[in-house]
């Protein structure tokens, strides 16, 4: 459970970096695809690094509603976050 809490609280904050970061310079990720697949795109790194501790049974795996809250949220986050700075 702790494990899922975690991983949601890190793609928030990564949602919170990434709006103020793109209300600061909008230009300033070079990503081919849209601003808000940062926190996709962070979920899959971390997701891929801690699947061999939870295979093995060390930590607690992350369920599909916790991804789902954590990506979601931070996506939310992130354009509230970017719409409040910029002025919009």
């Known amino acids: 459970m702790r494990t ?3 991983f949601i609280a890190t793609l ?3 949602g919170l ?3 103020v970061i793109l209300a600061r310079a909008p230009d300033s990720v070079p990503l081919p ?3 808000l697949m940062v926190p996709l ?6 997701d891929l690094a801690i699947r061999p501790a939870s295979n ?5 795996p992350i369920s599909m509603n916790q991804r789902a809250i954590g990506v979601i949220g931070a ?3 992130g354009f509230v976050t970017t719409a409040q700075l910029s002025g919009s």
């Open 56 to 60: 093995a049974g060390r930590i607690a």
């Open 4 to 6: 899922g809490l975690v």
């Open 75 to 77: 996506a939310l986050v």
């Open 12 to 14: 928030w904050v990564v």
């Open 33 to 35: 695809t849209p601003h």
């Open 17 to 19: 970096v990434t709006g």
């Open 41 to 46: 795109i962070i979920a899959l790194i971390i």
